[in-house]
């Protein structure tokens, strides 16, 4: 055989082989490998290739700009002298909210492709791998950075290749996806109106504006959790921002680049410090921003008093019935010795303050820690609704004089009897507030969303003035002389109300029965009936051991009993709700409705469609009476009949952190939260808290125009 003869079947060989494909890599939660778009290469010849990620279901990668948080895909490559590779070609990023936060990444599959080019010189004939190191943050609730080292091999042919094989398609996809230069003139200017940012051009005359939004390339310099607000112009719009720190400093950006999402399209822009161009708005007003009192423009002064408005509120929430009348019976017992009623009120008032403030402390870091919680996180944990549910057994039973507890009702919600009954009254204000964490009354919610997104100590003082509002009304009548001397003297009467009170906690019982089944399912039911009467066996012993003889026998039996009881309620209701279907949290409806998801939304707000969206949660007593006194109503179901809307319902009874960004978005800590979208896609009206059904009807006749 000849020497050229031999280089002529090298050749051919190479024609016929295709680019060898490694196997992909799994770094944990994902798996990465890169692919090409043609399966050999020319000398001289560029080519596209991929970095391919499949990533794991609920987790997600991190675009060019992270947003609020994270960490770019990154890649290093090895190669051969004379090769070379471009950057990524980056894919539209997907708004990923996280608590107060936005980032900017990516889920499910995407391909970041990139040029690669071959040297002249490059041996026809041989076979070349191609070796690179690729970098990943990968986030669930917690992010793990994770490593790949990948490989290509691609012959090497006389002629160039064409694209072809399994990746060819793909890759043109995502090239095709990639926001792309077009005629567009943008602008910005930051001023007392805020950031505005104009954008004109023909390919945005006559487009779907309604989802527009921008992602800029620098990660400082716009607020990333805001909302943006859209004006519409004849050949264009201007899009409301929030600044960031970078505009602060003496030399502010005079250029801000990143992606405008107009539509459908991506477009690749690079505005310029200056005016606005007219065309970009003019044709009507901003998108509709949310009524109602709204967190964005609230400041300390106007947070405390909405604070303490909400506080006193509270107070006749339907939560709070059970404990109001306890609070009422240990003043009365109190009501003609004034001494004795001011250290009560003062201790329920100390009570009351550091239950709020513990609350806020663990919210406050449980959100530093990353977590999307709000206002009633820990009825949304089956161990702690389980502990709450056999606490209000017990206070039941004590009242129902199962067993004692001090020698007067002032010892109601403590372990602890002390003179005066001052830890009583201390413990009552704590089962207050742990009673009233489900409600949400008005005023509370603009205050405690924008309590949560500002520092610490700001925080704690709105927590600490809903405290104060809260336990005003009683705090006043302890110190008013006038109002203690109408109140009957103690006497066998208050027996009888003792045990007429010991109705409300039992149903508080009941109801925090009916959430753990929600959350935890049947299983979790029957485990939390079972060890409910193991704790009321445990009461009836301690009860029993009072004045006995063999007192520490029986007393002994009763904590281990009790302690029994406790863990066959908090063990098995977490697993219960670990292995609990997601449609076992949905509380019954007699509205139809659809579950929420992001994804419907965007698809009900494309096509013209009004929305109405209920967040709800089965702890919330204020969503359930609202259920029950406005929403599950005639008239509010032939309105939706009638005006097309379509109702979504976001059930937040256990942790949920879509939901919980959608209302930090809205500036809410909890729920419960209504928006309903009008057909012409603006930003949602936000309801009041307090609903009834003509207001409702009316809130949907207006969105369908």
């Given at each position: 055989m000849t020497p050229r003869f031999a280089g002529l079947i090298l050749a051919l060989l190479a024609l016929a082989a295709p680019a060898a494909q490694a196997a992909p890599v799994d770094t944990g939660h994902l798996k990465a490998e890169l692919i090409a778009q043609t399966q050999a290469i020319a000398p001289g010849q560029t080519i596209q290739v991929a970095l391919r990620q499949e990533i794991d279901k609920g987790w997600h990668t991190y675009w060019r700009n992270p947003g609020d948080s994270g960490e770019a895909t990154k890649i290093a490559w090895t190669l051969p002298p004379g090769w070379s590779a471009g950057d990524f070609v980056w894919q539209p990023p997907e708004p990923q909210p996280a608590g107060p936060l936005v980032n900017y990444g990516y889920s499910g599959e995407v391909l970041l492709p990139m040029t690669l080019t071959a040297p002249a010189n490059a041996p026809v004939g041989q076979t070349i791998t191609l070796k690179a190191a690729a970098a990943f943050l990968v986030c669930e609730e917690i992010c793990i950075p994770e490593d790949a080292l990948l490989e290509l091999t691609l012959p090497v042919q006389a002629q160039p290749a064409q694209p072809s094989g399994r990746w060819a398609a793909p890759i043109a996809r995502a090239l095709d996806a990639a926001p792309r230069r077009a005629d567009l003139v943008a602008t910005f200017q930051n001023n007392d109106q805020g950031l505005r940012l104009a954008v004109t051009g023909a390919p945005l005359a006559g487009a779907d504006l309604a989802d527009s939004y921008f992602f800029p390339f620098d990660g400082a310099v716009i607020d990333h959790a805001a909302a943006q607000t859209i004006e519409r112009g004849s050949q264009g719009m201007?899009?409301?921002?929030?600044?960031?720190?970078?505009?602060?400093?003496?030399?502010?950006?005079?250029?801000?680049?990143?992606?405008?999402?107009?539509?459908?399209?991506?477009?690749?822009?690079?505005?310029?410090?200056?005016?606005?161009?007219?065309?970009?708005?003019?044709?009507?007003?901003?998108?509709?921003?949310?009524?109602?009192?709204?967190?964005a423009g609230l400041g300390l002064p106007l947070a405390l008093a909405f604070a303490v408005l909400g506080g006193l509120i509270l107070n006749l929430m339907p939560c709070v019935f059970p404990i109001l009348a306890m609070k009422a019976a240990s003043l009365a017992g109190h009501a003609h010795e004034a001494s004795g009623a001011r250290r009560q009120g003062l201790a329920f008032l100390a009570g009351v303050l550091v239950t709020f403030l513990a609350l806020a402390g663990v919210l406050i870091a449980a959100q530093a820690a990353g977590a999307a919680v709000g206002w009633g996180f820990q009825l949304q944990s089956p161990p702690v609704v389980a502990a709450l549910c056999l606490l209000m057994l017990a206070v039941a039973l004590n009242l129902s004089g199962v067993f004692e507890i001090g020698t007067s009702l002032q010892g109601v919600g403590s372990g602890l009897a002390t003179r005066g009954g001052l830890a009583g009254a201390f413990f009552t204000g704590v089962l207050a507030v742990v009673v009233a964490a489900p409600c949400t009354a008005p005023f509370m919610a603009p205050a405690l969303g924008w309590a949560l997104t500002q520092p610490a100590a700001a925080a704690l003082l709105v927590f600490a003035a809903l405290g104060l509002g809260f336990a005003a009304p009683f705090v006043a009548v302890a110190f008013a002389p006038a109002l203690l001397a109408r109140l009957p003297r103690p006497g066998p009467w208050m027996d009888h109300l003792r045990k007429v009170l010991a109705f409300p906690m039992y149903g508080a019982a009941a109801w925090l029965l009916w959430v753990l089944t929600l959350q935890a399912g049947p299983m979790g039911l029957a485990r939390l009936l079972a060890a409910a009467i193991v704790l009321a066996l445990a009461a009836w012993?301690?009860?029993?051991?009072?004045?006995?003889?063999?007192?520490?026998?029986?007393?002994?039996?009763?904590?281990?009993?009790?302690?029994?009881?406790?863990?066959?309620?908090?063990?098995?209701?977490?697993?219960?709700?670990?292995?609990?279907?997601?449609?076992?949290?949905?509380?019954?409806?007699?509205?139809?409705?659809?579950?929420?998801?992001?994804?419907r939304l965007a698809e009900l707000r494309a096509q013209g469609t009004p929305v109405f969206v209920n967040f709800t949660a089965a702890w919330c007593v204020t969503c359930q009476v609202n259920e029950q006194v406005a929403l599950a109503r005639e008239g509010v179901a032939q309105a939706l009949t009638e005006t097309g809307t379509v109702?979504?319902?976001?059930?937040?009874?256990?942790?949920?952190?879509?939901?919980?960004?959608?209302?930090?978005?809205?500036?809410?800590?909890?729920?419960?939260?209504?928006?309903?979208?009008?057909?012409?896609?603006?930003?949602?009206?936000?309801?009041?808290?307090?609903?009834?059904?003509?207001?409702?009807?009316?809130?949907?006749?207006?969105?369908?125009?």
């Open positions: 201007t899009l409301g921002l929030t600044a960031s720190y970078a505009f602060q400093g003496p030399e502010p950006p005079q250029v801000m680049a990143g992606v405008l999402k107009a539509g459908d399209a991506y477009y690749e822009i690079e505005a310029q410090a200056g005016p606005l161009a007219p065309e970009a708005s003019g044709l009507g007003p901003p998108a509709a921003r949310p009524s109602g009192l709204s967190a012993l301690y009860g029993l051991s009072q004045g006995r003889s063999r007192a520490l026998a029986l007393r002994g039996g009763a904590a281990v009993l009790g302690a029994l009881a406790l863990l066959a309620a908090l063990i098995p209701a977490y697993q219960s709700a670990a292995i609990a279907s997601p449609e076992a949290s949905g509380a019954v409806a007699e509205l139809p409705y659809e579950p929420y998801s992001a994804q109702y979504l319902k976001g059930d937040w009874t256990r942790k949920d952190d879509v939901i919980a960004a959608e209302l930090a978005r809205h500036g809410r800590a909890g729920v419960p939260l209504y928006l309903v979208y009008d057909r012409a896609g603006a930003e949602p009206v936000i309801l009041p808290q307090i609903l009834t059904e003509g207001l409702v009807v009316r809130a949907l006749e207006a969105a369908a125009g």
